[in-house]
């Protein structure tokens, strides 16, 4: 796999999404991705990006002004 945006390669990580919404922040950490080694650009497969979507949509359920998630515990 190469960066979409630079074209350097990648290597299998984990990062934090932040995603802010109407109500507040959802904050979830340890999602798998890919990291550019050059330009440091996150990557998500589609299968993340689908569980993100979910976790997302569970949160504004029950949003609080803050949430914060845990990748592994909810996916």
């Avoid at 650009?41 to 689908?50: L, N, P």
């Avoid at 949430?67 to 592994?72: A, D, K, M, P, R």
């Amino acid at each position: 796999m190469i960066c979409i945006k630079c074209r350097s390669g990648v290597e299998k990580s984990f990062t934090t999404d932040v995603t802010e919404l109407e109500n507040g922040i959802v904050i979830v950490r340890h999602v798998p991705s890919y990291k550019c080694k050059e330009c440091n650009e996150v990557i998500y497969t589609g299968d993340v990006v689908a569980k993100l979507e979910k976790i997302l949509e569970s949160a504004k359920k029950l949003m609080q002004e803050i949430s914060v998630v845990e990748y592994s515990m909810v996916a």
